[in-house]
């Protein structure tokens, strides 16, 4: 996969493509079932896939205060995207000249003059340009003046609801991790490189790998029952702590993750921390004694969640 971040660095205008454009926050099944259609109109017509996607996405440009929370930071979202096997990711940076273009400034702008879009397939909730004027039905009746031809992607469905990254918010805000992964179509995980921290865990007896998250706005908050993949091709587990650190004021966003029966120099590494289930919420303590029993009981309970597996 290409990542091509703004039109400017694509260094001469695509032959021909198969495009789909979105959010795609968190590429869960529903966005999976958009980009596998995509991918079999592009093997028949023998054309590279093309996936449009935001930056910042569009409600946290204009509405930053009622953004909802991200599943995926930006790098998690390029990972799951390369994962899907396109060719071509177009990151389009959000401002005030995109936000201005109307629908068919979009269409000739990007997906003529740019990509030269052969073919577009989209989700059936789909709306773009400015004021949202663009959607499938303006694209219907004008696909013939484009070129292209346009196929709706319908809503997949999961016990009787639309699976969307508003529901799997929900979930795993309700700590419904089992129904996050179902709808993800893998386990909730955020993935980092371990970076030196202050030790603090070592010298309590609960060595910890730590991640910098860099970023307030995520989903999850507290603590947690984990499987760390990336260190010797093997599965571990653990119990995660993710949050500010209130205790020992703490202001950045780290994920620490003290791994169960393991005891390894791995600064550096790249790991993913998938999120199995929620333990309780981060909590400031009024002592360091007092973290440590709660630590030693967390760890308990993540055990115990372990052995009921």
């Not at 910042?56 to 995207?81: D, T, V």
């Not at 994962?83 to 702008?109: K, P, R, T």
């Not at 303590?285 to 007092?290: A, I």
Request: a negative charge.
């Amino acid at each position: 996969m290409q990542l091509i971040r703004g039109l400017y660095n694509l260094a001469s205008p695509l032959p021909a493509s198969a495009v789909t454009i979105g959010n795609f926050d968190g590429v869960h099944r529903g966005h999976q079932l958009v980009i596998e259609q995509l991918k079999r109109v592009a093997s028949l017509t023998s054309l590279p896939t093309v996936v449009i996607i935001f930056e910042p996405q569009p409600i946290e440009f204009f509405a930053p205060e009622r953004a909802p929370k991200r599943l995926a930071r930006f790098r998690e979202k390029i990972a799951y995207l390369k994962a899907q096997q396109i060719d071509y990711l177009l990151c389009l940076h959000f401002n005030d000249a995109l936000a201005e273009q109307s629908a068919e400034e979009f269409v000739q702008n990007i997906l003529l003059k740019n990509l030269n879009t052969r073919h577009l397939v989209i989700g059936d909730d789909f709306h773009f340009g400015k004021n949202r004027q663009g959607n499938f039905e303006f694209l219907m009746q004008n696909s013939a003046r484009f070129g292209f031809t346009v196929d709706e992607t319908e809503t997949l469905m999961l016990d009787g609801e639309r699976v969307s990254s508003t529901r799997i918010r929900h979930c795993i805000e309700a700590g419904d991790f089992e129904k996050a992964a179902e709808l993800l179509g893998r386990p909730y995980s955020l993935s980092g490189r371990v970076a030196h921290g202050k030790k603090l865990g070592r010298e309590l007896g609960y060595p910890t790998i730590n991640i910098k998250m860099g970023d307030k706005t995520l989903i999850v908050k507290g603590i947690f029952a984990v499987r760390v993949k990336g260190i010797d091709n093997r599965v571990l587990e653990g119990v995660a702590s993710i949050g500010t650190r209130p205790t020992v004021a703490g202001v950045d966003t780290i994920l620490e993750v003290y791994i169960l029966d393991f005891d390894q120099d791995v600064y550096g590494c790249s790991v993913v921390v998938e999120f199995l289930h929620k333990i309780r919420d981060e909590k400031k303590f009024d002592s360091l004694e007092e973290l440590t029993e709660n630590i030693a009981r967390d760890t308990e309970n993540a055990m115990a969640y372990f052995s009921k597996e």
